[in-house]
């Protein structure tokens, strides 16, 4: 079975939730991404700007953790050159 990298985009509440779900279903955290905790470390993973996206490829699949700016985080990837395909856009835990 191959496994699946993703990197988490935004540090919220969340995006814990998020890591304890993807850790929970067998997914890798490969990168945590996040411009305002660049070069601070989270949950023991380094933090890097969301730019370093652009270039890396050691990933399958962005969650957008932080559900307060998802918006703003996802024209941050779109403005990359992200294809809208590689990431999810979290609009809330509860509708």
């Known amino acids: 079975m191959n496994k699946i990298n993703i990197v988490i985009c935004g ?3 969340a995006a814990e939730i998020f890591y304890l779900a993807t850790i929970e279903s067998g997914l ?4 945590v991404v996040d411009d ?7 949950l023991n993973f380094p933090v ?6 652009k270039d890396n490829t050691k990933y399958d699949f962005i969650i957008i953790g932080d ?16 294809s809208d395909d590689m990431y999810q856009v979290c609009t809330g835990l509860t509708d």
């Open 48 to 53: 890097n700007e969301v730019a370093s996206l």
């Open 67 to 82: 559900i307060d700016n998802c918006y703003e985080l996802a024209k941050q990837l779109s403005d990359l050159s992200i």
């Open 11 to 13: 540090i919220s509440d």
């Open 28 to 31: 890798i955290v490969a990168g």
């Open 36 to 42: 305002s905790m660049a070069g601070k470390k989270w």
